[in-house]
C-alpha cells in the first residue's frame, strides 16, 4: 500500500528499544488528549489517551505523559517492537466550542530497525 | 470497539465525474465523521455526518463539493464531486463511540486523473 509518512517527522529505533514520540498541541482547554497509530494501508488505530486532569497514564507496554505548562504530550513505547511501525498522530478533543471533534496533530513516522 | 466498513477501498476516477463513498458499520453509532488525509500529511475532518438532519461541514469544505448521507444510525456516504486531481486523498470515515474516542474504516484511497 502507498506511505503516509512521505513527509513527515521519522524516529528510527532499534528494535527492543523504548521509543519517545513527541507532540506539541495548541487548545489549552481541550480535556482529552488521544494517541493514535496508522499502519500502512489502514486507518487509524486508538491507542491510548489521557485526561486533561492527569499528567501520566499506562497501558500495556505504552505510556501517555501530559505537560500541560508546556503543552506537550509524549507517547512511550517499552521494547519496542517491528509491529510498532506505523504513524503515530496525537490528536486533542474538546474544550472551548470545539466539543466532539477531534483536531490531529501532524504524525511521526516510527521505524524499528531490527 | 466497531467494526466499520468502507467501500470502495480504493478508485481511479477521470477529472469532473463524481465517486461516492459508503461507510457501514456493525452497531448503531450517533456520531459519525468524515476526513481527507492527503498524501503524507496528518487527518482534516471535513464533516459530521447527522443523523436525520443536515451535515455540519469544517471550514473550507462545503455540501456542494461533498454532499453527505446519513439515512440511519448505521450508514453514511460521502459524496467528492466534480473531481479533479487535488482530490486524490484518502477518505476516512470514523465513528465516535466515547464521547472523545473515535474508530476508524480502513478509509478510500482516491485518485484523479
Known amino acids: 500500500g502507498e506511505s503516509v509518512g512521505l513527509h513527515l517527522p521519522t524516529l528510527s529505533v532499534q528494535e527492543g528499544d523504548n521509543s519517545i514520540i513527541n507532540c506539541a498541541y495548541s487548545?489549552?482547554?481541550?480535556?482529552?488528549f488521544i494517541w493514535y497509530k496508522q499502519e500502512s494501508g489502514k486507518g487509524p488505530q486508538f491507542i491510548i489517551d489521557i485526561r486533561s486532569n492527569m499528567d501520566k497514564r499506562q497501558g500495556q507496554r505504552v505510556t501517555v505523559l501530559l505537560n500541560k505548562t508546556v503543552k506537550h504530550l509524549s507517547l512511550q513505547i517499552a521494547a519496542t517492537q517491528p509491529g510498532d511501525s506505523a504513524v503515530y498522530f496525537c490528536a486533542e478533543w474538546g474544550g472551548g466550542g470545539a466539543t466532539n471533534k477531534l483536531i490531529f496533530g501532524t504524525g511521526t513516522l516510527l521505524a524499528v530497525q531490527p | 470497539s466497531a467494526v466499520i466498513s468502507q467501500k470502495p477501498s480504493r478508485d481511479i476516477c477521470q477529472r469532473g465525474t463524481s465517486l461516492t463513498i459508503q461507510c457501514q458499520v456493525d452497531?448503531?453509532?450517533?456520531?459519525m465523521f468524515w476526513y481527507r488525509q492527503q498524501p503524507g500529511q496528518s487527518l482534516t475532518l471535513i464533516a459530521t455526518?447527522?443523523?436525520?438532519?443536515?451535515?455540519?461541514?469544517e471550514s473550507g469544505f462545503v455540501i456542494d463539493k461533498f454532499p453527505i448521507s446519513r439515512p440511519n444510525l448505521t450508514f453514511s456516504t460521502l459524496t467528492v464531486s466534480n473531481m479533479s486531481p487535488e482530490d486524490s486523498s484518502i477518505y476516512l470515515c470514523?465513528?465516535?463511540?466515547?464521547?472523545?474516542?473515535?474508530?476508524f474504516g480502513a478509509g478510500t484511497r482516491l485518485s484523479v486523473l
Open positions: 487548545n489549552s482547554a481541550s480535556d482529552y
Open positions: 470514523s465513528v465516535g463511540l466515547a464521547k472523545n474516542i473515535q474508530y
Open positions: 455526518a447527522n443523523q436525520g438532519s443536515e451535515a455540519t461541514y
Open positions: 452497531s448503531q453509532v450517533t456520531m
